[in-house]
């Protein structure tokens, strides 16, 4: 069984910071790719940033310069930071990865539990 497990979250003022982290753990051979997503109150969840294990990133257009995501491999942890935080930042944001299970031939994508971020003074 493989598991992510976020944390990081929390209420921040407008234009503060805050940093996520994602660990993987459990059964798994390896990581090709480690993500953001967010999903607002009645909104689609969408992509906030993706970084694969060769280092490879891309952003939403709404959060590029303002967020940075990073990975240590050896850790099997992502991390995402957050700058100059505005309130339609506010969310729940997911932890995902693109997974090889332990004895299994395919990538399979697993989500964390979310981890909700408030921009509000």
């Known amino acids: 069984q493989v598991q992510l497990v976020e944390s990081g979250g929390g209420l921040v003022q407008p234009g503060g910071s805050l940093r996520l982290s994602c660990a993987a753990s459990?059964?798994?051979?390896?990581?090709?790719?480690m993500g953001w997503y967010r999903q607002a109150p009645g909104k689609q969840r969408e992509l906030v940033a993706r970084i694969t294990n060769g280092g490879s990133t891309n952003y939403a257009e709404s959060v590029e310069g303002r967020f940075t995501i990073s990975r240590d491999n050896a850790k099997n942890t992502v991390y995402l930071q957050m700058n100059s935080l505005k309130p339609e930042d506010t969310a729940v944001y997911y932890c995902?990865?693109?997974?090889?299970?332990?004895?299994?031939?395919?990538?399979?994508?697993?989500w964390g539990q979310g981890t909700q971020v408030t921009v509000s003074s």
């Open positions: 995902n990865g693109l997974i090889q299970p332990i004895k299994s031939p395919a990538y399979v994508n697993y």
């Open positions: 459990g059964r798994l051979s390896s990581i090709f790719a």
